[in-house]
């Protein structure tokens, strides 16, 4: 069934494929070799490359799904790549011949969008809320943001610049034998904050030539502190730094903190972990999540250092004694309410 599809799937984009060939030049698309643009897109697709797989030296890196073989290669690049050229092909015959027309351009662009999710996934994982929701973040959304995307860069660049970005972060991805190991929330974050920086890099190019040389000093700071500024909010949220927030799903350390408050606690070493104080606000990890609790007594048990925690609200110290290696980090400080929708969201899967 699944190769059947596949067949179906390269058949109608090589058909698209095809025509374009032949019908270059009535469709108006021309291939400058001095436009930029050409350019601008390797840059961009080594650009997220780069930071994607710099992810993978803090997250660590796994074997890639994809099989390495020579005939596995060429069957994955035909079966990958064939649709990306297809549907990049298809969206400049539209757009060119259409440029004026706002309403078609829209409509191109939702259908293709369209065709590029996994339906047989949709419906596997519909009933499993918390499946669907890391799938709606981890693909829907970023398939949507970069259809947008992608429309943008063929209506503004009047040439498949798209194509070239997606060649070529889909040919790393599939050549590459090592992967970054990183969880659907880094995924997804990277995935919606890379289109919005790439739209900035070339909504300033685009924009140059139509402003003189004041304005465009003052635009380019603008984009610049823009970047900055997405660059670090996702740095910051995935834990890149040495400080990390987390949302407070209990009222087990009220009325000081509760739930909804956003915590941002300092990450330390395991040197620094095991010479914690009493009465320390930690967060550790136990059975797969975050808990946030005060050491209330330390224990030395055969050269190992563990911890017995409570929460100020509870009456009785924790079961478990917590192990150095659970410990991520201590409390710093905490922002109220501001995680209320994370809260909402963990008791809708639970």
Request: glycine share 4%; hydrophobic share 45%.
């Amino acid at each position: 069934m699944e190769n059947t599809k596949n067949i179906i799937t390269l058949l109608f984009w090589g058909c698209i494929i095809l025509y374009f060939i032949y019908n270059k030049n009535k469709v108006y698309v021309r291939f400058s070799k001095k436009n930029k643009y050409y350019l601008y897109s390797i840059i961009m697709s080594a650009f997220y490359i780069i930071v994607y797989f710099s992810l993978g030296f803090y997250f660590g890196f796994a074997k890639s799904p994809y099989n390495h073989s020579i005939s596995s290669v060429i069957k994955n690049i035909f079966i990958q790549i064939i649709p990306i050229i297809g549907i990049e092909l298809a969206r400049t015959i539209i757009i060119i011949r259409n440029k004026n027309n706002k309403k078609i351009i829209i409509f191109t662009t939702i259908l293709l969008i369209l065709l590029e999710i996994n339906y047989k996934t949709v419906i596997d994982i519909f009933q499993d809320k918390e499946e669907f929701f890391k799938y709606n973040c981890q693909t829907l959304i970023p398939t949507i943001i970069n259809g947008i995307l992608y429309t943008y860069l063929t209506t503004k660049t009047l040439y498949p610049t798209s194509l070239i970005y997606r060649v070529n972060i889909e040919l790393v991805t599939l050549l590459a034998p090592l992967l970054p190991n990183i969880d659907w929330f880094v995924s997804s974050s990277l995935k919606i904050i890379m289109p919005a920086i790439i739209y900035l890099v070339y909504k300033y190019k685009i924009t140059k030539q139509r402003y003189n040389t004041r304005n465009n000093k003052r635009n380019i700071l603008l984009y610049i502190i823009t970047i900055i500024i997405l660059i670090l909010i996702i740095s910051f949220m995935i834990g890149v730094f040495k400080y990390e927030p987390i949302t407070i799903l209990s009222n087990s350390m009220s009325p000081a903190i509760t739930k909804g408050d956003v915590v941002i606690y300092k990450k330390l070493t395991t040197e620094e972990i095991s010479q914690l104080p009493i009465n320390t606000i930690i967060i550790y990890k136990a059975q797969d999540k975050n808990i946030m609790h005060r050491i209330v007594k330390k224990i030395e048990n055969d050269g190992n250092t563990l911890f017995e925690t409570k929460g100020d609200n509870n009456n009785k110290s924790d079961m478990e004694l917590v192990k150095i290696d659970q410990i991520k980090g201590v409390y710093v400080c905490h922002i109220k309410y501001i995680g209320y929708p994370s809260v909402w969201l963990y008791y809708y899967f639970s």
